[in-house]
């Protein structure tokens, strides 16, 4: 019975080259990479209490359409959540833009989609900028992280979702 089992594990071992070799396997789902991208960065793995770190997020259009709406949330992950003693907010948020910076629409936990200054065409990205202010009487030895969720609708009428999406997590260090 055994080498039953065996021949049929190995004819469908053969079977399954065969079909990736020739290009026959599913296809894997390519809409997230004809769609928006959203990847974050932070201009400085530690700070101290009174400190801030700047949250970048970049959305990316990779669409041959023009992205016309975006609808983001940002929230602190379950462990940031679990640190009480941690204190800390946005205070400031900006759109780099070809002339420079520009003051967003408002920060928060939600609705950061009409900072992105849509209409974003084909190819084209925008980076907005969160100053994280980390409050001076925080607690330290802790870090701090969010994830986010998008939603954006593109000019040919189709939407994509994407997330959850992890920032780096800042260290808050004992000075």
Known sequence: MRIT????LGLAMVLAMFLALFGLAPAANAA???????AFSIDSATTQPGGTVNLSMTLTNNK??????VYQTINPTWLTTQRPDLKYSFTG???????????C??????????N?????????????????????D????GNIGFYSYYYTEFSDQTNVSGGPVFTPETRVLCA
């Open 5 to 8: 089992q065996k021949r049929r």
């Open 32 to 38: 997230g990479a004809a769609s928006a991208g959203m």
């Open 64 to 69: 041959t359409y023009d992205i016309l709406f």
């Open 93 to 103: 948020c900006s759109l780099a833009t070809p002339t420079g910076s520009t003051p």
């Open 105 to 114: 629409s408002g920060t928060g936990p939600a609705d950061l989609g009409t």
């Open 116 to 136: 992105y200054g849509a209409t974003i065409p084909p190819g084209q990205s925008r980076t907005v900028t969160l100053t994280l202010q980390i409050a001076a």
């Open 138 to 141: 925080s607690g330290c030895n």
